[in-house]
């Protein structure tokens, strides 16, 4: 057992899965980032305060599942070079137009709620209702982020 009374195999399986949505969550961000200041065209103001707002939200979200980890008595991994082999959220370079740079955003949010979804489920098998609540909470958020984004790309 954990100090939060939790089975520390249990556990261990969810620091896993959490570290490696921790690692997508970090090059998502750092992707967002890069939105944010290389957008171009007419679109630029609309997706420049909107990419921050985005990346604004990762990162809070990144300190969020560090800090899980440490309390379900785990390790965040914690250096670039762990998190771009680790993640499944690729990195985007130099890109500028609107249209590519909303299909990344939508492309990660793919990757990252499927993940959060067996997170989810691994959570509820061991009685991890802090994790639990947090990616039920990811999810509901995301999947309404993903709707705007589909919006924006319809023409």
Excluded: C
């Amino acid at each position: 057992m954990i100090n939060i009374g939790l089975n520390k195999k249990d556990t261990k399986e969810l620091v896993g899965k959490l570290n490696e949505l921790l690692a997508d969550y970090m090059v998502f961000y750092q992707n967002a980032r890069g939105l944010h200041w290389n957008i171009r065209g007419e679109k630029f103001f609309e997706l420049h305060i909107k990419f921050e707002e985005l990346y604004d939200n990762l990162f809070l979200k990144i300190d969020e599942i560090a800090e899980r980890i440490l309390t379900l008595d785990g390790t965040p991994l914690h250096t670039f070079d762990d998190f771009v082999k680790t993640a499944d959220v690729k990195p985007v370079k130099n890109v500028t137009d609107a249209t590519r740079s909303v299909k990344s955003v939508l492309d990660a949010f793919a990757t990252i709620l499927v993940k959060q979804r067996h997170i989810l489920a691994i959570a509820a098998e061991a009685d991890d209702e802090g994790t639990n609540a947090m990616m039920s909470d990811y999810i509901r958020e995301q999947e309404k982020l993903v709707w705007m984004y589909n919006a924006y790309l319809s023409k």
